[in-house]
């Protein structure tokens, strides 16, 4: 009988403007779905994904954060010991892309050392009917990416495009020793006093990838 594989959890938060996709990411990634007009998030909510490798599982502990900026001084909170972040933007809204720069240096001035970000680019269906739509060059977050050494992908959350690759991106640059951090939020299994914002917090499930 072959030994249980070892997993390793990762506490991973994602920030970004109001209405640019987070929580479609999530769910897009942890249930394969997508919602058309899918409801603003209030505070936060919490889900897991567990990916399998051939060596160790992966256990992702997603905060989904609310972009509403009546929400904004909630984010240190959920970044905190947060070993892995995607700072979202979508490419059709330039400010976007300017709160994405905001978070990015916020996280690397309050976050832990060493936090692994990715910078993600999203509603790519947008632009590729009507490049017109298009706001924000691909160069442009690649050159941000590149300036202070982040992962970079442009996705779609409607058609899945690359949303499951930004997080097999993260999962191979997590060390193999690596755990989740105690202290700050935990797991919300673990922590009954979370308020979660159950329309989207849903139970674990496997990773398709
Ligand atoms: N066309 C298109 N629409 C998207 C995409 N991702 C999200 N949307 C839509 O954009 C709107 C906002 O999406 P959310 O996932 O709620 O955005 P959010 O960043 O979680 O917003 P907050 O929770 O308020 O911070 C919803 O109506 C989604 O259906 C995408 O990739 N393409
Ligand atoms: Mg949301």
């Keep these: 009988m072959s030994a249980p594989r070892k997993t390793t959890s990762v506490k991973l938060v994602l920030l970004g403007e109001a209405a640019v996709g987070k929580s479609s990411l999530v769910l897009r990634f942890v249930s394969n779905e997508f919602q058309e007009n899918k409801e603003p998030t209030i505070g936060a909510a919490f889900l ?3 990916c399998n490798f051939p060596d160790r599982t ?13 929400f904004a001084s909630l984010a240190p909170m959920y970044y905190r010991n947060a070993q892995t972040a ?20 916020e996280l690397k001035s ?11 680019g999203n509603k790519r269906d947008l632009v590729d009917d009507d490049e017109s739509a298009r706001k924000v060059a691909e160069d442009e977050g690649k050159q941000l990416a590149e300036e202070e050494g982040l992962l970079f992908f442009e996705t779609s959350a409607k058609t899945g495009l690359n949303v499951k690759d930004v997080f097999m991106a993260i999962a191979q640059k997590i060390p193999e020793e690596q755990k989740a951090p105690s202290g700050g939020l935990r797991g919300a299994e673990e922590d009954s006093r979370v308020d979660l914002n159950s329309a989207v917090a849903g139970p674990e499930s496997s990773c398709a990838c």
């Design 48 to 50: 897991t994904q567990k």
């Design 58 to 70: 992966i256990k992702f502990e997603i905060w989904d954060t609310a972009g509403q900026e009546r």
């Design 86 to 105: 995607l700072v979202v933007y979508d490419i059709t809204k330039p400010q976007s892309f300017i709160k994405a720069r905001h978070w990015v240096s």
């Design 110 to 120: 309050q976050a832990s050392p060493g936090i692994i970000i990715a910078l993600v």
